[in-house]
């Protein structure tokens, strides 16, 4: 790996994608230091102390969030406006018939992604500020105005830089911001751990079994994350002409965990959002109700937040890939599964497939969601935010980026880092 990462600095053009893409991540790293004018960190970071909803969001800033810097929010508003912009392409016709129009329409579609990431960071944003109580240095109309669009203008910042990486640089620039707010809090992560063994609160034991914890979640991500389902499909032979087309056998896969990290994005937001609610409201019979029975991390909250993490993989696994529009593309280009017939019974054959292997995905997403309570049950190690959805992330976006790497080398006939 290391002699394919040196062939690939000695190629200008890759080199030169690589540089770039480390110097964007350099900015963003620089910026989640920038605080925002008019906040006391201090006070800020006071006040949301504790919170699920702040561990999860910090780790995903790398920091940024509760230093109350311009990047705090991240770029969690695109991530929600490109997955509210995806369902409805499915119930807007506009933007369904834009999304089968192929890059043109893309480049649309983006842009409505964008307006629309402004309008849900301002929106964010404003009730941040609103939250913000006590942190303000001067509690103004205007003080709160400026806050909010500052967090606005940070947000925005950080999703163009990301799409200066996704079209100069090497891999997704949004996954690549992400994966850098995650890297970046395990030397403080390393820290703290040190610090809890100083203490005595956990021993050397706790930390091998966190250490074979994290391994062995690593290899199974590394497995899932890579799985797939190949379906034969077999193309007839096609005479245009003098030449014959077809007549090759190809396979469609099916990716074990088709919907990525997005239905834990879901389940998590809205599950900690009550929670984080009710904690404003500690005199209140009816929060106390609710933060006793489904606290962080207990029993029924566990058991919840798996169940709708199920729930949303089968729905945003239902909306990105149509059986019925997979059997009518195969039967465009004359192609068929062995055994059954184009149309309708191939379109039920992939939806019966899906089914099953999404049941399989939905399962470990679940498993991955509510490892932190069990390491914590396991390892006593408190504050364990690098569980396996910080894992999922990190470990498919460096997959992802390492593979257009090698397609890189490849074009050039270097072998590739997964060789």
């Known amino acids: 790996m290391l002699n394919s990462l040196k062939t690939a600095f000695k190629l200008d053009e890759l080199r030169g994608k690589l540089l770039f893409t480390l110097a964007i991540i350099f900015l963003f790293r620089v910026g989640a230091h920038i605080p925002v004018p008019g906040i006391n960190p201090d006070a800020f970071a006071d006040l949301l102390k504790g919170g699920a909803l702040l561990g999860f969001f910090d780790v995903i800033s790398g920091g940024a969030f509760k230093r109350a810097s311009i990047f705090a929010m991240s770029i969690t508003p695109y991530i929600n406006a490109s997955i509210i912009m995806q369902l409805l392409t499915v119930v807007i016709p506009h933007l ?43 509690p103004s109309v205007w003080n709160y105005l400026m806050v909010a669009l500052t967090f606005t203008a940070g947000t925005v910042l950080l999703m163009w830089m990301g799409e200066q990486i996704t079209e100069k640089g090497i891999g997704n620039g949004i ?8 890297v970046s809090r395990i030397p403080s992560a390393l820290v703290s751990i040190g610090e809890y063994l100083e203490a005595g609160t956990i021993n050397i034991l706790s930390i091998l079994l966190l250490i074979v914890i994290g391994t062995l979640v690593i290899a199974a991500v590394v497995a899932v ?11 007839a032979k096609r005479v245009v002409g003098r030449r014959v087309y077809g007549g090759q056998s190809s396979h469609l896969p ?3 965990n088709q919907a990525g990290v997005i239905p834990i994005i879901f389940a ?56 019925v529009d997979m059997a009518e593309n195969i039967k465009k280009y004359g192609g068929f599964i062995p055994g059954l017939r184009p149309g309708r019974p191939t379109a039920d054959y992939i939806g019966k497939v899906m089914s099953r292997i999404t049941l399989a995905g939905a399962l470990f997403l679940a498993i991955i969601a509510i490892l ?18 910080a894992l999922l992330i990190v470990v498919g976006v460096a997959l992802d980026t390492m593979k257009q790497i090698e397609s890189h080398l490849l074009m050039r006939s270097y072998q590739g880092f997964l060789k």
Do not use: C, D
């Open 175 to 182: 996954s690549l911001l992400i994966f850098a707010g995650i």
């Open 372 to 389: 932190p309570n069990v390491i914590l049950a396991l390892t006593r190690i408190p504050n364990v935010y690098f569980g396996g959805t």
């Open 225 to 235: 994350q890579e799985g797939q389902r190949r379906i034969p499909v077999q193309y």
């Open 254 to 256: 099916i990716k074990v």
């Open 96 to 138: 369904e018939r834009l999304a089968k129009e192929g890059e043109e329409g893309r480049k649309k579609i983006t842009q409505y992604t964008r307006y629309f990431t402004a309008v849900l960071a301002f929106i964010q944003a404003i009730g941040m500020s609103a939250a913000l109580k006590g942190a303000l240095v001067n």
């Open 268 to 323: 998590s937001s809205l599950l900690m959002f009550p929670g984080q609610i009710a904690s404003w409201f500690q005199g209140n019979s009816v929060a106390a109700w609710y933060l006793k029975w489904f606290a962080w991390g207990g029993v029924l909250n566990s058991l919840l937040y798996a169940l709708l993490i199920i729930g949303f993989t089968y729905f945003y696994t239902a909306v990105i890939m149509n059986p």
